[in-house]
């Protein structure tokens, strides 16, 4: 089955560096996969998504600061984080949808939304702070 499973995450510095990992297995096919993150008391919101076909997109509070990359051959999926600040902190969270959401077709572009992701991992704590 699809399973997900985060790393490397941990406690830093303001301005500091961290790169996430998520390893991913039980499939090979993929719609599209994300990166989402959920700090204390508030929703869980998207920070990157990756399509199938490799277009990448960063939300604006983080796409000069953070790098999404994928390995092709396994579907692992990483996140670089640069510059971190203390509003960084949250527990971040891999996901993955095998398909687009109903209707919609392999060409439409990655839902931020939560809900057409159906496999999460465990997530991963990142804490910034002096």
């Known amino acids: 089955q699809v399973q997900l499973v985060e790393s490397g995450g941990g406690s830093v510095q303001p301005g500091g560096s961290l790169k996430l990992s998520c390893s991913a297995s039980?499939?090979?096919?993929?719609?599209?996969m994300a990166w989402f993150r959920q700090a204390p008391g508030k929703d869980r919101e998207n920070v990157a998504t990756?399509?199938?076909?490799?277009?990448?997109k960063l939300v604006s509070s983080v796409n000069d600061r953070f790098t999404a990359t994928k390995d092709n051959a396994t579907n692992d999926l990483y996140l670089s984080m640069n510059n971190l600040r203390p509003e960084d902190t949250a527990v971040y969270y891999c996901?993955?949808?095998?398909?687009?959401?109903?209707?919609?077709?392999?060409?439409?572009?990655?839902?931020?939304?939560?809900?057409?992701?159906?496999?999460w991992g465990q997530g991963t704590q990142v804490t910034v702070s002096s």
């Open positions: 990756i399509h199938t076909y490799g277009k990448v």
């Open positions: 996901a993955t949808a095998l398909n687009p959401p109903l209707g919609h077709s392999m060409f439409t572009p990655c839902p931020g939304a939560r809900e057409p992701y159906k496999h």
């Open positions: 039980g499939y090979s096919r993929f719609y599209c």
